[in-house]
């Protein structure tokens, strides 16, 4: 049997980023060092009201660069929350901003940058692998839209098991599958390139190492930090290409209809994938044979039912007679995808992964 075909392309483009990443055990010890890296002397520490105390712990590290903390940060970054801790920046004077936790911290962290210009280091608590990237996404009136722009992507990342260790199960499932759409919708993206789709595949191949591992033993710190790995990796490709159709569907989703970003897109994968995978199955080949399974979409399926993730949207609240609306919102401005759409597929596709039925083209 011949060996797989490389990635290489005839023409493509890669453009690296100038960011510091650290991966260690203890990061909180290292803020400070890439607070004054920065020229930093005043920063602002931002968290969800959840980890309001984490916070406190990394305001400690800093001590006197410590200019104060906001501890509103709230799923799908809603511009009114934003609002409020521009106040909170304005009254700390702070010269730079420090985010402790996962996507929404992350992404409010990244809208105060982009209205101030302030750089930003940021301490992941989730594997959902925003830190990397230059994309935010915002909520307003209801419609969550997505932009890319330097100015929001993080000067440092520091990802540190420790941190990571007490996250729930549930949501580290939830959280790895987000990353790992990252890289699966990377392996098809119209402007990939060998380096993200190798990234891609180290990636999600981290995640299948890790995450049962984590699982059987939350006390593996081995394991967790692997995940921290994939999630670098993933959201790197993120941050890299554009993203298609799975994107798309869950931008809607949690924009509209306020699902819970990271379960959303647990259920959206396998299905989306099945969509495209009938138009570029060499493309996601790579992902069927990481799997050992006969699709891509199949692969997903299984693994993300072994760790327990979540399977449906009526699960995560959504309501049958919301369909249609659903269907009308993620027609409007559609993201390119490799697969022509048309209605009847795409609902096809939504009342699958509302039912929780088994992903099919």
């Known amino acids: 049997m011949p060996p797989p075909p490389?990635?290489?392309?005839?023409?493509?483009?890669?453009?690296?980023?100038?960011?510091?990443?650290?991966?260690?055990?203890?990061?909180?010890?290292?803020?400070?060092?890439?607070?004054?890296?920065?020229?930093?002397?005043?920063?602002?520490?931002?968290?969800?009201?959840?980890?309001?105390?984490?916070?406190?712990?990394?305001?400690?590290?800093?001590?006197?660069l410590a200019a104060g903390q906001f501890a509103g940060a709230v799923m799908h970054t809603p511009a009114d929350v934003t609002d409020r801790a521009m106040a909170v920046l304005a009254d700390a004077r702070a010269d730079c901003l420090v985010a402790i936790g996962g996507g929404s911290t992350i992404g409010l962290c990244k809208a105060l940058a982009l209205r101030t210009g302030l750089p930003q280091i940021v301490v992941p608590?989730?594997?959902?692998?925003?830190?990397?990237?230059p994309i935010l996404g915002q909520t307003e009136n209801g419609e969550k839209t997505t932009l890319t722009d330097a100015r929001v992507r993080p000067a440092a990342i520091l990802y540190d098991p420790d941190l990571?260790?007490?996250?729930p199960p549930a949501m580290?499932?939830?959280?790895?599958?987000?990353?790992?759409?990252?890289?699966?919708?990377?392996?098809?993206?119209?402007?990939?390139?060998?380096?993200?789709?190798?990234?891609?595949?180290?990636?999600?191949?981290?995640f299948v190492s890790a995450l049962p591992a984590v699982l059987a033993d939350p006390a593996?710190?081995?394991?967790?930090?692997?995940?921290?790995?994939?999630?670098?990796?993933c959201g790197t490709v993120l941050g890299q290409v554009g993203m298609a159709l799975h994107h798309k569907l869950c931008h809607v989703?949690?924009?509209?209809?306020?699902?819970?970003?990271?379960?959303t897109h647990a259920v959206i994968l396998p299905h989306a994938i099945a969509c495209n995978e009938a138009a570029v199955p060499d493309l996601l080949a790579p992902l069927a044979a990481l799997f050992g399974t006969a699709t891509a979409a199949e692969g997903l399926a299984r693994f993300a039912r072994s760790l327990g993730a979540p399977t449906s949207l009526r699960g995560l609240g959504l309501r049958e007679d919301q369909l249609d609306r659903a269907e009308e919102l993620a027609l409007q401005r559609p993201y390119w995808n490799p697969r022509p759409l048309d209605p009847a597929t795409l609902r096809g596709l939504l009342r699958r992964a509302w039912a929780g039925d088994a992903p099919t083209p």
């Open 253 to 263: 989703l949690g924009g509209a209809f306020n699902l819970p970003h990271a379960e």
């Open 220 to 233: 593996n710190r081995t394991a967790w930090a692997e995940g921290q790995y994939g999630a670098w990796l």
């Open 172 to 206: 580290a499932v939830s959280s790895a599958l987000n990353a790992i759409a990252h890289a699966a919708e990377g392996l098809y993206a119209r402007d990939r390139n060998p380096v993200s789709s190798l990234m891609a595949v180290e990636g999600i191949r981290a």
């Open 164 to 167: 990571i260790c007490t996250l």
């Open 6 to 64: 490389s990635f290489f392309l005839p023409e493509f483009r890669w453009q690296g980023a100038a960011v510091s990443v650290r991966f260690a055990p203890g990061a909180l010890r290292l803020v400070a060092e890439e607070v004054t890296a920065l020229n930093g002397r005043r920063a602002l520490v931002l968290t969800t009201l959840d980890q309001a105390d984490s916070g406190a712990a990394l305001a400690a590290h800093l001590g006197g």
């Open 125 to 133: 608590t989730t594997f959902a692998g925003s830190e990397a990237t």
